[in-house]
């Protein structure tokens, strides 16, 4: 089983922030890690495929990064809307799940 | 547009059953694997099961495997979870996912379905 580790799990950032989040995989899973956003009471949102590929109708100040086993999700210029818990996802192996990154915004 | 609509949580008894649905709509239903991912309260996401588009293939977390069945109904644009023998770590939000294609990722979620086992 591939465990996906994130970091931090929480951050109060402020609005206009650039942040940053980090997904490591247990063992080396290529570029199949893909970003996903939960706002409080929604359902999960796709954000980045592939590690970097952009997804239609989000925001271009999200992107992705990384391969193997470190990837990174930058959100620049934060808005309030960002408000929200951050995944990561492996479906190199089966599927998992990072445990989650919580943003609080100031 | 992809609308994902599921029903049949509720609350169940250890050691009971339950069957989820979930209907699709606005995308070829019959030509996508299918995918259940769960989300117990106040926790992380944990996937459940896949479907192939044609039912051929199913895969399953091990947490589930055995007591849980994936099934759907391509002439009814249907995904199903029939749930066996539960226990109080089954309670969750059940999420029904579109997959993006080749078994990869989830690029439509439903709204979800509480499921809570207790006695």
């Known amino acids: 089983e591939i465990v996906l580790t994130q970091s931090p799990d929480f951050q109060s950032v402020t609005p206009k922030e650039k942040v940053t989040i980090t997904c490591r995989a247990s063992q080396s899973i290529g570029s199949s890690l893909h970003w996903y956003q939960q706002k409080a009471d929604q359902s999960p949102k796709l954000l980045i495929k592939y590690a970097s590929q952009s997804i239609s109708g989000v925001p271009s100040r999200f992107s992705g990064s990384g391969s193997g086993t470190d990837f990174t999700l930058t959100i620049n210029s934060l808005e309030a809307e960002d408000a929200a818990t951050y995944y990561c996802h492996q479906s190199s192996s089966l599927y998992s799940f990072g445990q989650g990154t919580k943003l609080e915004i100031k | 547009q992809v609308q994902l609509v599921e029903s049949g949580g509720g609350v169940v008894q250890p050691g009971g059953s339950l069957r989820l649905s979930c209907a699709a709509s606005?995308?070829?239903?019959?030509?996508?694997?299918m995918h259940w991912v769960r989300q117990a309260p106040g926790k992380g996401l944990e996937w459940v099961a896949f479907?192939?588009?044609?039912?051929?293939?199913?895969y399953y977390a091990d947490s589930v495997k055995g007591r849980f069945t994936v099934s759907r109904d391509n002439s009814k644009h249907t995904l199903y979870l029939q749930m066996n023998s539960l226990r109080a770590e089954d309670t969750a939000v059940y999420y029904c996912?579109?997959?993006?294609?080749?078994?990869?990722?989830?690029?439509?979620w439903g709204q979800g379905t509480l499921v809570t086992v207790s006695s």
């Open positions: 606005g995308f070829t239903f019959s030509s996508y694997g």
């Open positions: 479907i192939r588009y044609d039912g051929t293939n199913k």
């Open positions: 996912a579109k997959d993006w294609g080749s078994n990869t990722l989830f690029d439509y």
